[in-house]
Nanobody
Framework: EEHLVESGGGLVQAGGSLRLSCAASGFTFDDYAIGWFRQAPGKEREGVSCITHSDQTTYYSDSVKGRFTISRDNAKKRVYLQMNNLRPEDTAVYYC???????????????????WGQGTQVTVSS
């Protein structure tokens, strides 16, 4: 059975940093792009970042570009999201998701992703 488990969320002051981790199991990790999405209360789910499986190309939403960095360790079947200079508007539940094959048509499109984790809460205080 496919599983994605996020960790690393928490409460941080504005300007601080957090590192989220996504641990995968139950599928061929090397064949999947991994994305991070977030959802704030009363808002739609938003694509934040993605890293492909083939050449580890990275994508970022405009709202996090320059502040967040995505990386993956295929040997450990993990993907990380380093979040720096956090802002109160980054407060949300963060989810990792896995998409089989290419996501070139829309790396931050939630409908391209097959498996989802349960999410981890990130709260940024002002």
């Amino acid at each position: 059975e496919e599983h994605l488990v996020e960790s690393g969320g928490g409460l941080v002051q504005a300007g601080g940093s957090l590192r989220l981790s996504c641990a995968a199991s139950g599928f061929t990790f090397d064949d999947y792009a991994i994305g991070w999405f977030r959802q704030a209360p009363g808002k739609e789910r938003e694509g934040v970042s993605c890293i492909t499986h083939s050449d580890q190309t990275t994508y970022y939403s405009d709202s996090v570009k320059g502040r967040f960095t995505i990386s993956r360790d295929n040997a450990k079947k993990r993907v990380y999201l380093q979040m720096n200079n956090l802002r109160p508007e980054d407060t949300a539940v963060y989810y990792c998701a896995a998409a089989h094959g290419t996501v070139i048509t829309g790396p931050l499109r939630a409908d391209l992703y097959d498996y989802w984790g349960q999410g981890t809460q990130v709260t940024v205080s002002s």
